[in-house]
């Protein structure tokens, strides 16, 4: 089955200890994003990356890093996670560019205390 | 820069009625305008989409979107609203002449439809 997968699912967590976000797709597709979801403001995109060691910032890219060694996967790091980096994230992924459908991965719920 | 705005932060409206979701869009190019769908504690999942064309398009679940140029808006609609169409709805635009390859969603309005 075609999926984006992220891992985990919901975090817990407290300020200053470092995490990492895990997303994978299985559809050989080029591009991947981050995006968190915060009530009142949609989907903000925090890093998008175009193809393999090709990575570039969205809207909202401080406080995370992200990597791309291999296609399929697209890991979300935060090194010193803060209480404002609570909320909802979400991981896509399409074939070439950002006008083809995006899919979009089930979400990772953080809270950092 | 660019910017999507949904107006209404709730939609409701009757099992069988028309329904629409209102989205305008602020750019400076030509926009790729999209709508997204997400159903309770799941991702988004893909509507529809204009890139060029006829202005009328169709998408998923018989949801239809026009774009107008002169308004700067791509609302949402469908004939006859059901049920399961209660759902979070995103309109997001990308502007083609801008080197920068990302999407801004605006912040999204929750349909809800009553039997």
């Known amino acids: 089955e075609a999926q984006v997968t992220q891992n985990p699912r919901y975090l817990i967590t407290v300020t200053g200890k470092k995490l990492t976000v895990t997303c994978s797709q299985n559809?050989?597709?080029?591009?991947m994003s981050w995006y968190r979801q915060d009530p009142g403001l949609g989907l903000r995109q925090i890093y998008y990356s175009m193809n393999v060691e090709v990575t570039d910032k969205g809207d909202v890219p401080e406080g995370y890093k992200v990597s791309r060694k291999e296609k399929r996967n697209f890991p979300l790091i935060l090194e010193s996670p803060s209480p404002n980096q609570t909320s909802l994230y979400f991981c896509?992924?399409?074939?070439?560019?950002?006008?083809?459908?995006?899919?979009f991965g089930p979400g990772t719920r953080l809270t950092v205390l | 820069a660019q910017s999507v705005a949904q107006p209404e932060d709730q939609v409701n409206v009757a099992e069988g009625n028309p329904l629409t979701v209102k989205c305008t869009y602020s750019v400076s190019g030509n926009p790729y305008l999209f709508w997204y769908v997400q159903y309770p504690n799941r991702g988004l999942q893909f509507l529809l989409k204009y890139i060029t064309g006829d202005n009328l398009v169709k998408g998923s679940y018989g949801f239809e979107a026009e774009f107008n140029k002169s308004q700067t808006s791509f609302h949402l609609k469908k004939p006859s609203a059901l049920v399961s169409d209660s759902a979070l709805y995103f309109c997001?635009?990308?502007?083609?002449?801008?080197?920068?390859?990302?999407?801004?969603f605006g912040s999204g309005t929750r349909l809800q439809v009553q039997p």
């Open positions: 896509a992924s399409s074939v070439r560019l950002i006008t083809d459908t995006q899919y």
């Open positions: 559809m050989n597709h080029e591009y």
């Open positions: 997001a635009v990308r502007i083609l002449d801008t080197g920068r390859r990302a999407l801004t």
